[in-house]
Each structure stands twice: as C-alpha cells, then as structure tokens.
C-alpha cells in the first residue's frame, strides 16, 4: 500500500480518502501552536509530547486540528486496544449514560455484579476489587498481599515485605515510586516507603535469596513496558511461579500493559503457562473510553478485607462497568489475542528485518508490542518519533534509545506494513 502525506492539509486514509482540513493551512499552524501554548502555561509540566494536537479518531487513525491524519502505534500505551472509537464500547457507553453513571459504592447498581463474575471469569478468578487508574489498582494489590500476609500467613506485624524488579514502571505515586529504580520518577519525592526489595528483573537467583520468611509477595510485569518492552528470559515467569508456591508466597502480575490481548493471549502470563495469584488489571479494561482498573484474585486472599479497610467512590462506577463488560465479551471471543498474535509475527519479521540491515540494533517484544533500539546514527528516539510524526506516524520513545511500537488490535495489516515503512525511510535518511 502506498500512502503519501501531502502536507498538513491532507492526506489518503489507506481507504482511497482524502481527508481535507477545513481551514488554511496558516490557520491551523497558528491554532495548534496556540493550544499547545496555553497548556503549556497552564498545566504542570510533567509531561513533554509531541508537538501534535489531536481533535478526533478512529480506528488506528487519529486527525489533528489541521485535518491531517496519523496511524497510532502507540494505542495509548495499551489503553486503546480495541482502538479509537470502537463502535461497540461507544454503543455501551451510550446507552449507559442515559440510565445512570455514578452510585458510589454506598449502593449497589445494576451492572456491578456482573462486572465482577465476568472479570473474575476471565481471569480464572473468584473476586475483584475495583478502582479506576492503573496504579491505584498497584496500590490495591500492595495493601491486599501485606493484609493477606499479616492475616493468612502469618508475618509479624510492620515486617511485611515485596520483592519487585529492577526496571520496573508500576505508577507514580508516592508508594510506588518507592521501589522504582528511574532516577526521574524518585528524585525530590522522599522520604520512601519502606516496605520493598530490589532484584534484577529475569534474574532467578537473585529472587530465591531475596525471599524470605517475611515475604508476602512478589510483584513483577510479565513483559516491562516503559523500560523498553524488556521480555524476561525463557522460564523465568515459570521460575518464579514455583519459587513463590514453594516459599508461600503471593505471585502478582501487573498485565495493565501487557494484558487483555496486547501480546497475542489475553494475558502475557499465558505465554509461560504462568497463572499468578494476582492480576492487576487496567487500560484497555476501559476500552479507551473511561478510566477502569482491578485486582482479580481469588476469595481466600480479596476476603481478606472487611467493610472500609479500603475503597473508591468511583471504582466500580455504571458506567465503568457497562463498557468493561463489553470489552469482556470481546476478548472472550478470542478475536482479539488471534489478530494480535497473527499481526505480531508479521511485525517482528518486519522489525526483524530492520536489525539484518542494520538499521536498528535491537528488537524486543511479544504479539502486536515491540520495543526498538535505534543506533546512535538516526538520532535519540525522540528524534526519531519526531521524524515519523512528519511522516504521519505516532509512536512515543523512552529511555533515550528505544522506540515504542504497539498499534490498536484492530489495525489492518498494510496500514502496518506502511508504518513500518515509514520507520525504515526515517532510519535510511530518506
């Protein structure tokens, strides 16, 4: 397929359309830089995007202020599986807004039971505890295996402690930019939370000795997303699976990113046969509609808590609920994990193709996710993201090398081979 970005006012939706902007060129320049100005005197600068200013999308596609369209390989780092404005999430959010939106847990409403069996089932589960962001349902899972620890297994009080990874990218709040290792997320928010070991993320021995009787839990990303897309070596999950069994020890996996089909199964966990004690849910759980996060678990460590040890009064909300449950009955489908699994392979073996040329110098990942290194001879990996986004591509880079690529699930095949495309001129020079 043969796309060609005819300049800010234009450009083929690899449909055959063209898609015009309503206003000058001139205008649209003027009306980006504006907005961009205004929150960047306004919001707090925690942030640093490309200087792009989206107004619509659909699909894979997204459509700036200008008119000018873009292939989205970043899915809103996983929260856009189903990509923007699935038709079938929008329809349940619709029909949900008309009823009810919020209750707060003081009541009960109609769509939370099922919420919660559903999920459950998804995950082989008996319970779920509902929140609404990815890292409050982190900081539900911390509270749960250190409750589950004192109450169930036994550790003396104040002495329950969480063995995590090296590389790791949990959230940001204050609990947890406690055991992360990125200078960036740390510095100036001490004092730290104590509470938490460090252990080379893939490394088996170094988990073994870190477990100890106090030891409530093991917390770990089955593929590490913002450190590059790091996949752990071939039966480490599994290694850790059984060392967690043998010691009693609660196995918790963050699949915010990685799960409900990003990888080609619906949990990356599968890919090792691994079924933890603990999903921690997020993302695409909302379906890039509203903001909806979980912990799934089992009836013996969830009921460990009781009325007001811990809620949200929007975690589990109507609304919430509708959409999760649609995005549920998709993935049961199967659709989702065979598309991601099937498309993955196609861009690995393009990817692939890129590290045999030389053009990067190394490839991760699993299903429709992949992390690239780019040499130092195409430029850092915000240079790079900066080119594609000329080119009419989005894709966001991290730790200064690596370039992040992970398109919605509903993404057709040419319109990744044209991506990938246009990541192979921009690393030529062309």
Same mark, same amino acid.
């Given at each position: ?11 083929? +939706? ?27 005197? /306004? ?7 490309? %200087? ?11 459509? +700036? ?6 292939? +989205? ?22 029909? !949900? ?159 915010? !990113? ?5 990888? *080609?199964?619906?949990? &990356?966990?599968? /890919?090792?046969?691994?079924?933890? +004690? ?7 759980? *909302? ?6 996060? &979980? ?38 489908? *199967?659709?989702? !994990? ?9 861009? /690995? ?21 992949? *992390? ?26 991290? /730790? ?7 398109? %919605? ?12 495309? !246009? ?8």
């Amino acid at each position: 397929m043969s796309i060609v970005v005819r300049g800010p006012r234009a450009r083929e +939706d690899g449909r055959g359309c063209t898609v015009e902007s309503e206003s000058s060129p001139g205008e649209a320049v003027t009306a980006a830089e504006d907005l961009i100005a205004t929150a960047d005197a /306004h919001c707090a600068p925690t942030y640093h995007p490309l %200087p792009v200013v989206i107004a619509s999308g659909e699909g894979a596609w997204l459509t +700036d202020v200008a008119g000018r369209r873009y292939l +989205d390989l970043l899915a809103g780092y996983s929260a856009l599986n189903f990509g923007h404005g699935n038709p079938r999430l929008v329809e349940a959010a619709r029909r !949900q807004l008309d009823r009810v939106t919020l209750t707060s847990r003081a009541f009960h409403h109609d769509r939370f039971a099922a919420f919660c069996a559903e999920l459950a089932e998804l995950c082989g589960m008996e319970m779920v505890l509902p929140a609404n962001t990815g890292v409050e349902a982190v900081e539900g899972a911390v509270k749960t295996a250190r409750k589950w620890g004192y109450r169930v297994k036994g550790v003396p009080g104040e002495m329950a402690k969480i063995v995590v990874a090296g590389g790791n990218f949990h959230g940001r709040t204050t609990t947890v930019i406690s055991f992360s290792t990125d200078p960036e997320a740390r510095a100036d928010f001490g004092p730290y939370t104590p509470g938490f070991e460090i252990v080379p993320y893939g490394d088996l021995t170094a988990m073994r000795a870190a477990l100890t009787e106090n030891t409530v839990a093991v917390l770990l990303e089955p593929i590490q997303g913002e450190s590059g897309v790091i996949v752990p070596p071939a039966g480490y999950l599994a290694g850790v699976r059984e060392l967690t069994r043998e010691r009693n020890v609660l196995f918790i996996a963050d699949e915010i !990113q990685s799960g409900l089909g990003r990888t *080609g199964r619906t949990f &990356a966990c599968e /890919h090792e046969g691994v079924v933890p +004690d603990m999903y921690v849910l997020g993302k695409a759980l *909302g379906g890039g509609i509203v903001p909806v996060s &979980a912990v799934v678990s089992s009836a013996e460590v969830l009921g460990v808590f009781r009325p007001g040890e811990h809620g949200s009064t929007f975690g589990g909300n109507p609304l919430a609920c509708a959409v999760a449950l649609e995005v549920i009955a998709m993935l049961r489908t *199967g659709e989702y !994990q065979e598309r991601a699994a099937r498309l993955g392979e196609r861009l /690995h073996r393009l990817l692939g193709e890129l590290r045999g040329a030389g053009r990067v110098t190394a490839v991760r990942g699993r299903g429709l996710w992949a *992390g690239v290194d780019v040499p130092p001879a195409a430029g850092t990996g915000r240079e790079v993201s900066e080119k594609l986004l000329d080119r009419g591509v989005l894709v966001k880079d991290t /730790h200064g090398s690596t370039v992040r690529i992970g398109p %919605p699930l509903v993404i057709g095949e040419e319109e990744l081979e044209w991506g990938v495309e !246009q990541l192979r001129e921009v690393l030529a020079g062309d």
